[in-house]
């Protein structure tokens, strides 16, 4: 990626899924990571932003070629609107959670970056959601994340609906998710549908 090689680093993932490799292990173990990789090299300017957002581009261009694996199994789970706050523009992470929980059976409403909270409840209402997933990457924001829980819980469409809340932040301070009213939060995709699983009553596949 740094060298800006994205053929050669999509081609690698291809034919690591092509071979058996678990989609689910190339999110977790080359998608996330990698990102994780490529913040701290911005963080400590050691790559440009350009290079940051070439990277990030490109990794949201291979997870889109996996998804003929991903929207393929049944849906007999819940469903899920995973979204950004207003002003929230990393978006990467919030859309692997959204694809995670496609994998596991979920229905999944993936409405992206900078999201108004009007737009968010009306998803919500339309798609009968179950959990509503916020992705906020950046500490200021999360007073928007509060600002949106806020909205839900007084919302009458959204009466019961779970909330859950990852990112940064939420790492860093481990009872953050339930300070802002949320009902928990995950360190990455996978532990998100545990949690997802055990609020609403289902199993994980």
């Not at 292990?25 to 490529?38: M, N, S």
Request: aromatic content about 8%.
């Amino acid at each position: 990626m740094l060298r800006g090689e994205r053929d050669v680093a999509s081609r690698l993932v291809l034919l690591a899924v092509d071979g058996g490799m678990p989609v689910k292990d190339i999110y977790l173990h080359v998608f996330q990571l990698a990102q994780y990789e490529i913040g701290r090299l911005w963080q400590t300017n050691q790559i440009s932003v350009a290079q940051e957002h070439y990277c990030t581009a490109a990794t949201q261009l291979i997870m889109s070629q996996l998804y003929p694996h991903i929207f393929s199994g049944k849906k007999n789970n819940g469903t899920i609107v995973a979204t950004c706050v207003s002003g929230e523009l990393h978006e990467i992470g919030v859309r692997m959670v959204a694809d995670f929980f496609e994998m596991d059976g979920w229905n999944s409403y993936y409405l992206g970056a900078n999201m108004p909270i009007s737009g968010i409840l009306q998803a919500l209402a339309e798609h009968k959601a179950d959990v509503l997933g916020i992705g906020t990457t950046i500490t200021y924001h999360v007073t928007e994340s509060e600002k949106l829980i806020r909205a839900v819980r007084s919302d009458p469409a959204c009466q019961g609906m779970k909330i859950l809340v990852g990112g940064y932040p939420f790492n860093i301070e481990s009872d953050l998710a339930k300070k802002i009213g949320a009902d928990g939060s995950a360190a990455n995709a996978g532990s998100a549908i545990t949690l997802a699983n055990q609020l609403i009553g289902k199993n994980s596949r």
